[in-house]
């Protein structure tokens, strides 16, 4: 068969953007190439992509390009619809596959779409007004007809079925859940050596529990760093030789979680003045530093000043860094159609606290993770307190999690992929 695979998402990998659909493509593509040596692939960039060159290697995979890529912003629905279309229609493929869950509207031939979250229709209050603004042709047109007219639907997890059915009416049999992978990180840890460079660049501390993910109200960052924050001020809480360490792009409201930090960090080294919005991100005035006594200081000095600390965008490189050195890993998401942060956390063998709705307990289980209600901070809170004073708990969760994530491989989502190929034959 001839397969074509729009991999636009791919960026540039090996520079460390590996997150989303992208990440996916990537993997998926590099093990299907890898897996199957009878069908040919045909693979579908634009020109912002410089990387190809490691596709060509293989003998079954042939890449195309998209042209007048460059004209895009002024003819979207013209490029992408019709354009796209034509280059398609053009290749003569068997079956076209869609990573990223939209199929041109002019391309009728046979495709597979892959579904990884459907939160901008479940819960609209986590995403700004303006992607419903800005995107009403694809939210409203595109990705439901793309549903109905996709000869097969890929979900992601169960969870992401569940939602299909439950929001375009899509028959049961039409979908195939093919989890996502994680590389087989195996001796990472014992690999990175030298974390004290990046402790330095960050101001990290040597005990730290550690969120990763864009700073947004989907990610419920508030409620950690009140959790935090309650069991820091806490008569002798083990949790005051602690920090909360936060990674993660800028991402759209995400004031209230600025202020949470600025708060938490005031009340944990009783700091009472007000701070205005330019100290608030520095999370602590200069005026207050010089107010604290000699005592307060050295234990200021202890935390590298922040017991909250938000370090923003992180490498990929630095992330694994992160997570091997966390004694945590916390992650209490309202919603994820996956949740890889959480697969890749267990994988290095960091205990993980996460949430018990939307997709995430496929991931975990019942033992790989502490499952909480994201809703309730109490809830957060008693976790965390248990995952740190309890050593057996956790020595039980980092066998538990790793033996879990063995089940999820890229190898693995290959060859489920190919078999919903060989399907439609």
Request: a positive charge; proline letters at 4%; charged letters at 25%.
């Amino acid at each position: 068969m001839r397969i074509g695979i729009d991999c636009r998402t791919i960026l540039n990998v090996s520079g460390g953007e590996r997150a989303g659909i992208g990440h996916y493509t990537y993997y998926l593509v590099k093990n299907l190439l890898a897996v199957d040596k009878k069908n040919e692939y045909i693979l579908f960039f634009d020109s912002r992509f410089k990387g190809f060159e490691e596709f060509k290697k293989y003998h079954n995979a042939t890449i195309n390009f998209f042209p007048l890529y460059q004209y895009k912003k002024f003819l979207p629905i013209i490029y992408s619809q019709i354009i796209v279309s034509a280059v398609l229609n053009k290749a003569d493929l068997d079956i076209f596959h869609s990573p990223a869950n939209i199929i041109p509207l002019y391309y009728h031939k046979k495709s597979i779409i892959t579904v990884h979250d459907l939160g901008i229709y479940k819960y609209p209050e986590f995403f700004p007004k303006k992607a419903f603004n800005r995107q009403p042709f694809s939210t409203k047109v595109l990705v439901p007809n793309s549903m109905k007219k996709a000869s097969k639907i890929i979900a992601v997890s169960k969870n992401t079925k569940k939602d299909i059915i439950e929001e375009f009416k899509i028959p049961e049999e039409k979908i195939e859940i093919v989890p996502e992978g994680v590389l087989d990180n195996g001796e990472t840890c014992s690999r990175i050596s030298n974390f004290s460079d990046l402790a330095k660049k960050y101001g990290l501390q040597d005990n730290f529990i550690l969120f990763i993910g864009t700073i947004e109200p989907r990610k419920n960052i508030v409620n950690i760093i009140k959790a935090f924050r309650n069991l820091c001020l806490a008569y002798g809480s083990p949790l005051r030789e602690y920090q909360l360490v936060i990674a993660g792009s800028q991402g759209w409201s995400d004031q209230p979680v600025y202020k949470a930090i600025a708060d938490a960090n005031a009340s944990i080294l009783g700091i009472k003045e007000k701070r205005n919005g330019t100290e608030r991100r520095q999370h602590i005035s200069s005026m207050a530093k010089k107010k604290l006594s000699a005592e307060r200081r050295s234990g200021l000095e202890r935390r590298q000043n922040q017991p909250v600390k938000y370090i923003g965008y992180v490498s990929h490189d630095e992330k694994m860094a992160l997570l091997c050195q966390a004694k945590c890993f916390v992650f209490p998401s309202f919603y994820e159609g996956f949740g890889l942060p959480v697969l890749e956390a267990m994988n290095l063998g960091v205990p993980v606290i996460t949430s018990n709705i939307s997709s995430l307990p496929e991931i975990t289980g019942s033992d790989g993770a502490l499952l909480v209600d994201p809703h309730k901070e109490s809830e957060i809170t008693e976790a965390l307190q248990r995952l740190i004073t309890d050593k057996s708990l956790r020595e039980s969760l980092i066998i538990a999690g790793r033996e879990k994530s063995k089940s999820f491989s890229w190898f693995k989502c290959a060859r489920e992929t190919l078999a919903v190929y060989n399907s439609l034959k």
